[in-house]
T-cell receptor
Framework: EAQVTQNPRYLITVTGKKLTVTCSQNMNHEYMSWYRQDPGLGLRQIYY???????DKGDVPEGYKVSRKEKRNFPLILESPSPNQTSLYFC?????????????FGNGTRLTVT | GNSVTQMEGPVTLSEEAFLTINCTYTATGYPSLFWYVQYPGEGLQLLLK?????DKGSNKGFEATYRKETTSFHLEKGSVQVSDSAVYFC??????????FGAGTRLFVKA
């Protein structure tokens, strides 16, 4: 089954404790992206990747890191989480990121930073 | 810059009622337009799309027409069901890599 898989689904952590949210897709998509969803703000893009070893900042990259060492994986790293990073996070992928190709989303990771 | 504006929710309807969720956009060039739906506890999934002016996207009884003259892409369904309860996002994409989302509209359908 074609899918985007994120782990974990729920994560509670404390300020400053490094964490990684994993994302994997099995559709051989070139483009992958991370979003955060906050009430009233819709989805805001954190980082995206056009292909292996090619990444770029989205609208809200501060406090986040990403890497794309393999085509299928695109982990999101929070080196020193803070409470304002409490949010619902989504990973998404698409065939090539261009034109009218739609995004395929994972089921989300709800992160709480205390 | 490019942006998407959706009507605020929540929208509450009785089963079999007519649904309209308004969406307008601001964009340079000729964007592709999308509606995504998010069911409780799940990620977003594509509902329908349109890639040029006057195109009509349709799926599962939902429709939206790309109106360039009014820069709108309103979502409609003739008869909603309880299972349509979800959050609906309007989105646009220009020639680059970025998809821009509206804030989302929550729909509740009562039996």
């Amino acid at each position: 089954e074609a899918q985007v898989t994120q782990n974990p689904r729920y994560l509670i952590t404390v300020t400053g404790k490094k964490l990684t949210v994993t994302c994997s897709q099995n559709m051989n998509h070139e483009y992958m992206s991370w979003y955060r969803q906050d009430p009233g703000l819709g989805l805001r893009q954190i980082y995206y990747s056009m292909n292996v070893e090619v990444t770029d900042k989205g609208d809200v990259p501060e406090g986040y890191k990403v890497s794309r060492k393999e085509k299928r994986n695109f982990p999101l790293i929070l080196e020193s989480p803070s409470p304002n990073q409490t949010s619902l996070y989504f990973c998404a992928s698409s065939l090539n990121g261009q034109g009218s190709t739609p995004l395929h989303f994972g089921n989300g990771t709800r992160l709480t930073v205390t | 810059g490019n942006s998407v504006t959706q009507m605020e929710g929540p929208v509450t309807l009785s089963e079999e009622a007519f649904l309209t969720i308004n969406c307008t956009y601001t964009a340079t060039g000729y964007p592709s337009l999308f509606w995504y739906v998010q069911y409780p506890g799940e990620g977003l999934q594509l509902l329908l799309k349109a890639t040029k002016a006057d195109d009509k996207g349709s799926n599962k009884g939902f429709e939206a027409t790309y109106r360039k003259e009014t820069t709108s892409f309103h979502l409609e369904k003739g008869s909603v069901q309880v299972s349509d309860s979800a959050v609906y996002f309007c989105a646009l994409k220009t020639g680059g890599f970025k998809t821009i989302f509206g804030a989302g509209t929550r729909l509740f359908v009562k039996a």
